[in-house]
């Protein structure tokens, strides 16, 4: 979608070209949206570089765009970066959840997918995943429901809701895999009842057997009060703009939002298992 604004800053045309959506038909989304403002700062467990170099632009330009952001899309907050574009002339803004396009103008602004039709390259996705890694060192995997199938030496990260189907249907298929550790954290994204549930599988004698049977057969977890790790696990999926569940993390910090089915999950965990530092290949998952 192009976007056209005005000199004075107002929304003048909309005009067609190619958009690629895919709805997000895997996931619970009921997460309230944070609202503009300037970009907040770096977030624990989150990466801020983007793995290479940012090419230089022209000052005057980057200036022109962000006043263009600030007076016109103000909802997204300022532009993390400023970069060209694959194609000469454009510019790529991103965002801590998406990229948009823009002429060096800043009169015209494409939101979608930038795809080259020659090799199938899907340079908005990549962008993405680039920007929405998280750093898996970081994480406090001691707060989480922790599973472990054969050796358990690959390891994933689970961000779950004790009432999202989605994330029962991705608990079944867990099962499934081997030489694999599953750290599920537990962050009530959906409702109050999403907030007892979590505190009682925490406080349960034994966390996994009280997540797994709720879960997979839908009995409630024995009632208990304790000094649980739910607020700060709420804490980290705001921080780490988790909004919808599940939400996969995997070893070499790519994140993917809804649920995989486990072919894809099994792919996923041998190519982030290869990308680890050697130093960290002999890494023991927690029993």
Partial sequence: MSVTFSRAGRLARLTTAVLLTAWLTTACDKAPRQGGGSSPAPLPGASVSSGAATPLVDPGVEARLRQMVLENLPQLGAPRSIRPAPMPGWYELSFDER??????????????????????????????????????SALPLQHAVVMKRGKGTRRLVVFADPLCSYCKKLEQSLGELDDVTIYTFIIPILDERSVTLGQHVLCAPVPLVAWRRWMLEGHPPPEGACDSPLRKLADLGQQLRVRVTPTLVFEDGMRVRGALDIPEIRARLSEAAQRRPAAEQGLKPSP
């Fill in 99 to 136: 990229v948009l396009y823009a002429d060096g103008e800043g009169r015209h602004v494409l939101k979608g997918e930038w795809i080259d039709t020659q090799t199938g390259r899907n340079h908005t996705q990549e962008r993405l995943d680039q920007i929405q890694r998280v750093d898996f």
